[in-house]
C-alpha cells in the first residue's frame, strides 16, 4: 500500500501549536521509507492536524490533487519520480500550485538545495529530521499560504461578479503564457471565438499581450483587441498583473484580462426599419458599411457573392442609390450606431 490516512485527533501539542481554524490544517508528508518520518507523523497527529502519508511519487501527486493540503513535506530522493519533479508537477496545476512544499533531504551541497528550492520549494530542513523544528517552520508557510488563498479567493469573488455586468476575465502566465484561470462567461466566449479550452490561451490574445507588455508595465494602458464573429465583438481589455494591488508579485507574473461581448444586433433591426430592408439585406448593407467585398460578405454571412450582389442591387433599389459608397452614407447618416466603432 502506498499511501494511507490516519486517524483524526487532537493531543499534546509538540512544539509550535497549528494555526487555529474550524477545521483541522492538511500535512502530506511523503516519504519511501516509513520509519524516517514516524516520530514527525506522531508529532504532528498529537499537535492536531490532520496527517496524510504518500509513499512514491505518483502517489503523491495524486493525493495532494484530490486533498488540497495546506502544506506538502516532501522527501527529495525516492525511486522513481523524485521529489524535485513532485515539487514541478504541483506547482504546475492550478489547483496545487498554492500549496507551499518544504523540502526534507539528506543531500546538503548547495546545488542539491538550489534544486529544491528552484523546483517549487519553499523551504527546506535536513534529515535526520526535528519535529519542532518541522512545525516551526510550516508555521510560517502556513500564515503566508493563508493570506495569498485568501486574497487569491477574494479577488476570485470579485471577478466572478463582473460575469453578472457582462464581462468576463482570465490570467495569463506571462512565462509561458498558460491560460491559469478563468470566470465560466470567459471560458464560454474563448470556445465561441477562438475555439480553444483552458490552459490553451488563444493564440491572437497570447500574441497580442506579448506585444504590449512592455507598455502595461509601465502602467499604460495598451490598445484593446477585438475579435469578431458575425456582427458580435469580444473586446480584451490588459488590466494589470495579478497582486499588483498588493505589490505580491514580481515581473514575470500572471496577466488579469478583461474581455466583454458587444453585439451589433439591435443596430441591424435599426438598419431594417430605416430602409425596409429584410434582416438578409440588413446584414449585407451592415458589411458594406464595414468595407468588406462581396466575397468576404458571403464568408460571413454563409452565401455565394453572387447572392451577395443580388441583395445588394435589392438594397440599391431601396435607398434609390447606385453604388456601395453611396449606400454606405446613406445608411451612416440615417442609422448613427453605424459610426465606426472605437477601442478596438
Known amino acids: 500500500m502506498s499511501e494511507f490516512t490516519p486517524t483524526r485527533h487532537s493531543g499534546t501539542v509538540l512544539g509550535p501549536a497549528p494555526l487555529q481554524q474550524a477545521d483541522k490544517l492538511i500535512v502530506l508528508i ?16 498529537d499537535a492536531g492536524y490532520t496527517v496524510l502519508v504518500a509513499l512514491d511519487g505518483e502517489s503523491a501527486i495524486r493525493r495532494a490533487t484530490q486533498a488540497l493540503p495546506d502544506v506538502v513535506l516532501l522527501d ?4 522513481g519520480i523524485d521529489g524535485f519533479e513532485v515539487a514541478r508537477r504541483l506547482k504546475a496545476q492550478p489547483a496545487t500550485a498554492h500549496i507551499p512544499i518544504i523540502f526534507m533531504t539528506g543531500l546538503t551541497e548547495t546545488e542539491h538545495l538550489v534544486a529544491a ?55 495569463v502566465r506571462e512565462s509561458d503564457g498558460r491560460l491559469m484561470w478563468q ?15 483552458s490552459p490553451t ?31 458580435r465583438r469580444l473586446t480584451f481589455r490588459l488590466h494589470q498583473r495579478v497582486g499588483d494591488e498588493d505589490g505580491e508579485v514580481d515581473a514575470g507574473g500572471d496577466w488579469l484580462i478583461v474581455m466583454q461581448e458587444t ?4 443596430v441591424l433591426s435599426s438598419v431594417a426599419g430605416a430602409f425596409g430592408l429584410t434582416a438578409r439585406e440588413a446584414e449585407v448593407l451592415y458589411w458594406v458599411v464595414k468595407g468588406k467585398i462581396n466575397r468576404d460578405i458571403g464568408d460571413i ?27 454606405a452614407a446613406m445608411a451612416i447618416n440615417r442609422v448613427p450606431l453605424l459610426q465606426p466603432q472605437h477601442g478596438g
Not at 516509513?34 to 504532528?44: C, F, I, M, R, T
Not at 512545525?135 to 466572478?160: D, F, I, K
Not at 491572437?204 to 477585438?226: D, F, K, N
Request: aromatic letters at 4%; glycine letters at 6%; charged letters at 25%.
Open 30 to 45: 511523503v516519504d519511501d521509507v516509513p520509519d524516517n518520518v514516524a516520530p514527525l507523523h506522531d508529532a504532528l497527529d
Open 76 to 79: 527529495a530522493v525516492m525511486p
Open 117 to 171: 528550492l528552484d523546483a517549487g520549494g519553499a523551504d527546506y530542513v535536513t534529515k535526520p529530521i526535528k519535529p519542532r523544528e518541522v512545525m516551526a517552520r510550516m508555521g510560517v508557510h502556513l500564515r503566508t499560504a493563508r493570506h495569498v488563498r485568501q486574497g487569491a479567493v477574494e479577488r476570485s469573488q470579485a471577478r466572478n461578479a463582473l460575469d453578472a455586468f457582462g464581462y468576463a476575465t482570465i490570467t
Open 183 to 197: 470566470t465560466p462567461l470567459a471560458r464560454d466566449l474563448l470556445r465561441n471565438y477562438c475555439g480553444t479550452e
Open 201 to 231: 490561451t488563444p493564440p491572437a490574445v497570447l500574441q497580442w499581450l506579448r506585444r504590449h507588455l512592455g507598455e502595461a508595465s509601465e502602467q499604460r494602458e495598451p490598445p484593446r483587441l477585438t475579435l469578431e464573429n458575425g456582427p
Open 263 to 266: 453585439s451589433d444586433a439591435s
Open 301 to 327: 454571412i454563409g452565401a455565394s457573392p453572387a447572392t451577395v450582389k443580388k441583395h445588394l442591387e435589392r438594397i440599391y433599389a431601396k435607398l434609390g442609390v447606385e453604388t456601395r459608397t453611396a449606400a
